[in-house]
Structure formats: C-alpha cells, structure tokens
C-alpha cells in the first residue's frame, strides 16, 4: 500500500499509509446515506408547511446538508466525517500543519465542482492518476487522506515509565493533557517516543529538549513537574496520551 511521507515544521518525518479509492469511495457512501436520511427527514416535516415555503425549506436543506455535512464534522472532528470514522480514515495538512477550516472549507467547495456531471469524470481520473489518490479539492486545499493510525508504545516503554509517571496522580494534569494536545502534536510526541532508540545521543537530547519546552508552555506545567528531566517529561505526556486514545472511538 503507498505511503506519503510528511515531515512536519519541527523537521519530524511521520510516515501515513494512504487511503485507497475504494476505501474512501465506502466512506463517501456511509457518509451520503447519513445525508440522505437527515434530507428525507427533513422533507417529511417540510411537507407539513404550506406548498411555497415546504419547497424552500427542501431546497435550503438540500443545499445546507451538501455543502455543510463535510464542513461541519471534519471540522469538528479533525479531518473525520462519520463515513471517515468508519473506515478508519481522515483528511490531514498535506505541509505537516495543523488541518484548519479555511483548508476544509476549500476541499469542500471544490467537491461541489467535483459533482458537476461534466467534471465527475475528470476528477475520478485526477484522484485515479494522482500519487498520492487526490482530488481536485485535495489539491485545492493542500491536504491528503491517509488511513487513521492509532499508535501504540512499546510494551518494554509502558512497563519500564509508567512506575515512573508522577503525572497519572494528577487528574486535572491528565484532563489537560488529553484536552490540549492536539492529534498532530499527538503523532509527534508518539513517533519521537517510538523512535527514541534510533536517534544520536545529540539528536536526542536536543529533540527531547524542544518538545518538553513546547509541552510545558502549552500545558501550562508549574515549578513541582520541572525536576524531571525533558526525557521523561514527554514520555510521561505519551503515556498519558495513550491512555487517552484506548477510549478515543476515533
């Protein structure tokens, strides 16, 4: 299966398996039938106003659910839509950022274009011919689709740090932790975990460094969590973050 490889402003590469055509095809099938089930809902209700305003009503949840149903949830939820969720895929930034809506919003106007009966055609081969399975709205936007990776530690790590994480004590620290850290800083402080092993001593020690001063600015950590080292700093953050996914359902 093709893989893109990201490396992300930190100079950290991260390597996401793609998703395939027909996975996303499925997820687009989920997510249309969710579609449809609200719109006949909602032209049920309609049906009960008079004529005039029942066609409006249709017409403006028609266009409403078309071009804010995709909006709406992968803002919401990180590059997800419920179709997406199913299959275990999301949008992400194709430069390593932080997905934003602006970038949402564009990949689902384009999408709009992409239906159009003349156009349809041309974006299936775009997608098909693509490296990378983009769409029009994909190269739109700068973003790309990859398979949902939900990553794990090393049980050889979980058994050695978790004697040794003075932040599972603290209930308000961990609701931080899991509330603050966003899935992108989630990836790099995991994949820095995993590849710890890997790195130069100096390679190490400065990464290590950068990322445990970034994560104490931005969980706000007081003087009582500075006596650890920058090291187990993260490594306790990774923990806590993996707790924090063995209950995520995304």
């Known amino acids: 299966m093709p893989r893109y490889l990201l490396t992300t402003p930190e100079q950290v590469t ?21 579609m449809a089930a609200f719109m006949l809902a909602v032209i049920l209700v309609a049906l009960l106003a ?98 949902y990776r939900q990553t794990s530690l090393p049980k050889s790590v979980v058994r050695r740090e978790a004697r040794h994480n003075s932040f599972r004590s603290d209930r308000v620290l961990c609701s931080r932790i899991i509330a603050r850290i966003g899935r992108e800083e989630r990836d790099l402080i995991m994949d820095l975990t995993l590849r710890r092993d890997q790195l130069q001593p100096s390679t190490r020690e400065r990464m290590f460094a950068d990322m445990a001063a970034h994560c104490r600015s931005r969980l706000g950590l007081d003087e009582s969590h500075y006596n650890l080292s920058d090291e187990q700093t993260v490594l306790n953050i990774a923990l806590i973050l993996q707790d924090g996914w063995k209950g995520d359902k995304l």
Request: hydrophobic residues 55%; aromatic residues 10%.
């Open 14 to 34: 991260l390597s996401y398996q793609l998703a395939g055509l027909f996975t996303r095809a499925i997820a687009y099938l989920i997510d249309a039938m969710i």
């Open 50 to 147: 008079p004529s005039v305003l029942s066609i409006v009503i249709i017409l403006l949840a028609v266009f409403a659910t078309m071009l804010g149903y995709f909006i709406f949830f992968e803002s919401l939820w990180s590059g997800q839509t419920p179709g997406k969720r199913a299959m275990k895929i999301r949008t992400i930034d194709a430069s390593g950022g932080r997905l934003t809506t602006s970038a949402v919003a564009i990949r689902n106007l384009v999408r709009m274009v992409d239906m159009l009966p003349i156009l349809m055609f041309l974006g299936g081969v775009v997608a098909l011919m693509d490296p990378y399975h983009r769409r029009l709205g994909d190269m739109a936007a700068n973003t790309i689709v990859v398979r």
